[in-house]
């Protein structure tokens, strides 16, 4: 099965005071036709900037300075802006956090999905009318044909949230970026989005990289999860793997902590110390000076991607060397 | 509806309070009555003026009266001119309105698109000279402005008229210097300087205010919905700019009038300011009331003229949700 998304050391700098900081590095993962990859990590590991890199919408300060995006087999991040742009919100949509502010306050929630509708698909005004009308529908929005004309501002977080995913389901996207998409929200409502979300999804195979901090989330909906760490990719496998037996110590610690994962910028409460940041890169595995389990090779050699199973795992424990030596 | 009829009533009682600041003006400061009737007035005379005056009623008659007087345009005779200043208003007013507007006019038709244009291309060298040039535009005093535009294009060049107001055309008791050449070429000089510092100041607000909307989520938003980029710099983002652009060239309204006296002194131009100005040296208090009344008229009428513009660009000013931004 060839993926739908497939990312290939990719490799993301920010340029900060003229220095190039490594903010992605060498990070690699696909994304099969209707899956739902979780991308979980603590705040500030790469989840946003990976998935902004897929998009094609990183900006300065940060460029790709590495590796390859291919969607459907066609490599995206070489194509030119016009290329993309026709790409995004067609066949790449995009749900970020923040329903109060994703939206423009001036303009009529039907005209913003018109307005979308009418840039990739081939309607006239009355059939993207209608199609608006029956996506708020589908989203769960009463009466949708006269909330068309509604402002934002005049429906509640959860409702504006729905209108999101209308906006990012309107042209029918094979993948879908949700950058936790449910933080912003009342946690009554989160479930109800997340639901929605997956419905939607496995109603029309839709692929989802979904980013959050939430473990319970990805227990909940993930098919495979991604764990980042530094910029880094530490383990990647099938959520119920993942759960049932980590083999990454960043990601056991991670497992121990689940309730509290969603307290941004807390320390974990089962792996003291903090992530390093980009301007201060660890050698070795950046994970080694919070690691309980690290060896002394770990200090200075970066650890490969080893498989276990139906995981890739980036941690020396994983050597098959090792392993067999021991 | 009930916005605009707030504001309304908002708009009464800031012009009550005016009226009231120049009455109190009017009232006390000096002797109405010896400005009147003179020193050499006997105290008879004195007290049959005070009493055909009112002056011994009481206060709030007194001002009731003020404000009935002034409703019907009746602000007394100026002691300086011996004329009703309601007269002497009428003439010059056209030309202070018509000089402010037209600054203005051109203050805004330039600088906002100018601002917008530098805020999408802000690496362009063009972008960066606007930039310079406005700072520029910022700091110069306004008389400077006016004497140098007088030194280059009147005596160096001799293409336009360093004073006066030219011709003009009085329509149905409105005197206007925009329906004859003279008139036109005669505005050029004072507009531009009194227009220079309310342009830099536009252009540098409209494109801050584009950079931070350029930032906004919305606007990340559209771009992941793969909208073009004319629909999400005009469609989007200018729209959202207006708003606070809005408000500013409302409040900067004040500073062009007040700039105006300025600029009027430096061209000779017959307005309202040349008439404060001489009003102000001969203590000609009748005149300096009736001037308060009418630029805090203006600035009512001005306020709710931007108040309307915010109706019409903001959904949620429409519905009263109040999350209007002031400046
Ligand atoms: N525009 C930018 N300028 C400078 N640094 C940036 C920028 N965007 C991201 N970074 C840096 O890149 C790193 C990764 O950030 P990213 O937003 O991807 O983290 P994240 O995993 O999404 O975190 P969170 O859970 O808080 O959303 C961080 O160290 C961040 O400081
Ligand atoms: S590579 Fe070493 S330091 Fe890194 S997680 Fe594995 S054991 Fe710990
Ligand atoms: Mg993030």
Redesign the pocket.
């Known amino acids: 099965m060839s993926a739908l998304l497939s990312v290939q050391g990719l490799r ?1 700098e ?1 340029a ?1 005071r003229g220095r190039a ?1 490594t ?2 590095d060498d990070v690699s993962f696909e994304i099969a036709a209707g899956e739902i990859l979780g ?1 979980v ?12 890199a897929v998009l094609g919408l990183l ?4 460029r790709q300075a590495g590796g390859r995006i291919l969607f459907d087999g066609r490599r995206i991040d070489t194509l030119d802006e016009d290329a993309m742009r026709a790409l995004r919100g067609k066949e790449i949509a995009a749900v970020f ?1 923040d329903p109060l502010t994703s939206l423009d306050p001036l303009m009529t929630i039907g005209d913003q999905l018109t307005e979308t509708i009418r840039t990739h698909l081939d309607l006239n005004p009355a059939e993207a009318v209608e199609r608006a009308a029956r996506l708020l529908a589908e989203v769960g929005i009463p009466a949708p044909r006269e909330r068309l004309a509604s402002y934002p501002h005049e429906m509640s977080g959860g409702m504006r949230q729905r209108v999101v995913l209308a906006l990012a389901f309107s042209c029918e996207p094979r993948l879908i970026i949700a ?2 998409p449910t933080t912003a929200l009342d946690v009554s409502i989160q479930a109800q989005i997340l639901d929605l979300l997956r419905a939607m999804c496995r109603e029309r195979g839709t692929a989802v990289m979904l ?1 959050t ?1 939430d473990m319970g989330v990805i227990a909940e909906v993930a098919d495979r999860v991604a764990v ?1 760490y530094a ?1 880094r990719l530490v383990e990647v496998g099938p959520t119920a793997s993942l759960l049932a037996a980590a083999a990454h110590p960043y990601t056991r610690g991670l497992m121990a902590s689940i309730p509290d994962l969603h307290r ?2 807390v320390e974990l409460a089962q792996i003291p110390g903090s992530m390093p ?3 201060a890169p660890v050698p070795g595995c950046a994970f080694h000076p919070r690691c309980p389990r690290a060896l002394v090779r770990c200090a200075s050699e970066r650890p490969p991607t080893f498989t276990v199973g139906a995981s890739e795992v980036a941690c020396w424990l994983a050597d098959p060397v090792a392993r067999s030596a021991a | 509806m009930s916005f605009v009829l707030g504001r309304l009533g908002q708009t009464v009682l800031v012009l009550l309070v005016a009226a009231f600041v120049s009455f109190a003006l009017f009232r006390y400061v000096g002797d109405p009555v010896n400005n009147m009737v003179g020193q050499s007035a006997s105290l008879a005379d004195r007290e049959a003026m005070r009493a055909a005056l009112g002056l011994d009623d009481a206060f709030i008659l007194q001002f009731a009266r003020f404000v009935g007087n002034a409703l019907t345009g009746d602000f007394g005779m100026s002691y300086r001119f011996g004329q009703p200043v309601a007269t002497l208003i009428a003439e010059r007013f056209p030309a202070t309105l018509e000089l402010a507007l037209i600054s203005m006019l051109i203050a805004t038709g330039l600088g906002v698109p100018l601002g917008v244009w530098t805020a999408l291309h802000r690496d362009h060298w063009a972008a960066q000279a606007l930039m310079a040039a406005s700072l520029i535009g910022v700091a110069l005093p306004t008389f400077l402005i006016g004497i140098a535009l007088i030194l280059f294009f009147s005596v160096w060049l001799g293409w336009l008229p360093s004073f006066g107001r030219g011709q003009v055309v009085a329509i149905g008791g409105w005197s206007t210097g925009l329906l004859t050449t003279s008139g036109l070429r005669a505005l050029v000089l004072p507009a531009v300087t009194l227009g220079v510092f309310q342009l830099a100041l536009i252009l540098r607000l409209a494109r801050a205010e584009m950079l931070e909307v350029m930032r906004a989520d919305f606007i990340r938003f559209a771009r992941a919905r793969g909208l073009k980029p004319r629909a999400i710099q005009y469609r989007h983002a200018l729209r959202n700019t207006l708003v606070p652009v809005v408000t500013m060239i409302g409040l900067q309204f004040g500073n062009v009038f007040a700039f105006s006296i300025i600029v009027e002194t430096v061209f000779q131009w017959p307005g309202l300011g040349l008439l404060v100005i001489q009003a102000i040296q001969f203590a000609d208090v009748p005149l300096l009331a009736a001037y308060l009344v009418l630029i805090a008229l203006c600035f009512a009428v001005i306020n709710l003229a931007v108040d309307l513009a915010y109706v019409a660009i903001d959904p949620r000013v429409r519905s009263g949700a109040g999350v209007r931004r002031t400046a």
């Open positions: 993301v920010i900060r900081m903010a992605i991308v990590g603590e705040s500030g590991a790469g989840k946003s900037v990976t998935g902004t900006e300065r300060p940060a956090q950058d936790e980013v901090h980042m910029g941004r910028d940041r980009p301007d």
